[in-house]
């Protein structure tokens, strides 16, 4: 006698990763402000940076992630990973 396998549908992995990827997202922008804010009062050597400058590097960062996981699902640099691209845009 064999087990019946429980398998976990498509949409509600979809529907889960969606949220994750949200709340990691939220987290990630909550901790981008608290850390900026908290190292432009208390600078010790009074030099401070661009607060622009900060949020491209981050933006950047999000998309370096978004590509890689575009291209990790598509497992290929060819074509798969071109029409992948411009399905998830």
């Not at 960062?61 to 071109?82: D, L, R, W, Y």
């Amino acid at each position: 006698h064999s087990r019946p396998v429980m398998r976990v549908p498509v949409l509600d992995v979809e529907v889960e990763l969606k949220w994750i990827s949200l709340v990691l997202m939220v987290f990630q922008n909550t901790l981008l402000v608290l850390i900026m804010r908290y190292s432009r009062v208390y600078a010790n050597d009074g030099v401070l940076y661009l607060t622009s400058t900060a949020v491209v590097m981050s933006e950047l960062f999000k998309f370096i992630i978004a590509i890689t996981g575009t291209f990790h699902e598509s497992s290929s640099i060819s074509k798969g990973f071109i029409a992948h691209l411009k399905d998830e845009i």
